[in-house]
């Protein structure tokens, strides 16, 4: 049975394609393969780990509806058609719940780097402004027993809110649509309504999906409802907030700060005003980028493949 992997992956997950004795194409040149190129490479193949933007939709299973099964090498599906997938029986599968802890730590990472303006002030060095040090210059704010709005308190959400309330005593507010009666016990987090997580929240954080009921919706009269001085963090999906609409609520001071390591498009152009703004971090998509959580990430996205080769049931299938 022959895999194509359409980028190169860690050791964890080659080791169990190895065992498995499964034959295994690694696509390791820089220059990515095209969506119709990856469809013509894989008629040759049984089975793909498909990493990057490629979209998984009718026209591509149509086209590959030999494949036996497909992995993403993420958490996020917004580029699958579920429907289409199961239309064509091919099962797609992703990797969650390995990444909650690393993508958490990025958010958290953001608050901050926006809370003390770091971006702002390591741009200061590097640029040779770094002279005098005045009592009212370069100020950021406190984080201590603010209170945290998470969109989305699904396990990356909660391992946000852990960190917070942990180092920071921070309020746990959160907006989902259904009670995370888990972290209502453990973090005495509170479930308040859309309008109220906006009005509320000193520091709003996104952890949902990107679908067509949260595509844009954070446009200006979003942003119009959240406080002057709120931060508002991303490490969700950039197509979930309107980066017009952001840039124009930072320049009107209608909220106080940004941190983002999602972008819409990715990558941002280095020429994006967000980029100059004293109290905006942008990281580029970076939220699993760990060496341990790349690790687990391939050893879920081989299993997903080589359960099906060997005939048993993939463990982490996507179905809606
Ligand atoms: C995910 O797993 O969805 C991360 O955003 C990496 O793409």
């Given at each position: 049975m022959k895999v194509f992997i359409t980028k190169p992956i860690?050791?964890?997950?080659?080791?169990?394609?190895?065992?498995?004795?499964?034959?295994?194409?690694?696509?390791?040149?820089?220059?990515?393969?095209?969506?119709?190129?990856?469809?013509?490479k894989l008629q040759k193949y049984d089975a793909a780990i498909c990493i990057g933007k490629y979209k998984l939709d009718e026209s591509f299973f149509s086209q590959c509806s030999h494949l036996k099964a497909v992995s993403l090498l993420s958490v996020g599906y917004d580029n699958v058609d579920v429907e289409a997938a199961k239309k064509w029986n091919?099962?797609?599968?992703?990797?969650?719940?390995?990444?909650?802890?690393?993508?958490?730590?990025?958010?958290?990472?953001?608050?901050?780097?926006?809370?003390?303006?770091?971006v702002f002030g390591y741009r200061k060095i590097v640029e040779g402004n770094w002279r005098e040090t005045y009592p009212l210059e370069d100020l950021g704010v406190?984080?201590?027993?603010?209170?945290?709005?998470?969109?989305?308190?699904?396990?990356?959400?909660?391992?946000?809110?852990?960190?917070?309330?942990?180092?920071?005593?921070?309020?746990?507010?959160?907006?989902?649509?259904?009670?995370?009666?888990?972290?209502?016990?453990?973090?005495?987090?509170?479930?308040?309504?859309?309008?109220?997580?906006?009005?509320?929240?000193?520091?709003?954080?996104?952890?949902?999906?990107?679908?067509?009921?949260?595509?844009?919706?954070?446009d200006y009269s979003a942003f119009e409802k959240m406080k002057p001085t709120s931060i508002f963090i991303n490490t969700s999906r950039g197509g979930v907030v309107d980066e017009k609409a952001l840039t124009t609520a930072l320049k009107k001071k209608i909220i106080w700060g940004a941190g983002l390591d999602v972008t819409n498009p990715e990558p941002m152009k280095p020429n994006n005003p967000l980029l100059k703004m004293e109290t905006v971090a942008v990281l580029p998509h970076i939220g699993s980028a760990t060496f341990e959580t790349r690790n687990e990430m391939s050893r879920l996205a081989a299993e997903n493949i080589a359960a099906v080769l060997l005939g048993k049931k993939m463990p982490n299938q996507i179905k809606n």
């Open positions: 860690a050791e964890r997950g080659m080791e169990i394609f190895k065992r498995a004795k499964l034959d295994v194409t690694v696509w390791k040149q820089k220059k990515v393969l095209s969506q119709e190129e990856l469809i013509k091919i099962p797609v599968g992703n990797t969650p719940g390995v990444l909650s802890k690393a993508t958490a730590d990025v958010a958290f990472l953001l608050m901050q780097m926006v809370a003390r303006k770091a406190d984080l201590e027993g603010k209170t945290l709005g998470i969109l989305g308190l699904g396990r990356i959400g909660f391992e946000m809110a852990k960190k917070c309330q942990r180092a920071f005593s921070m309020n746990v507010i959160y907006h989902n649509r259904h009670r995370n009666e888990e972290a209502e016990k453990e973090l005495g987090a509170k479930k308040v309504s859309f309008d109220k997580l906006l009005k509320t929240s000193d520091i709003l954080s996104l952890h949902v999906a990107l679908t067509p009921e949260t595509k844009n919706l954070f």
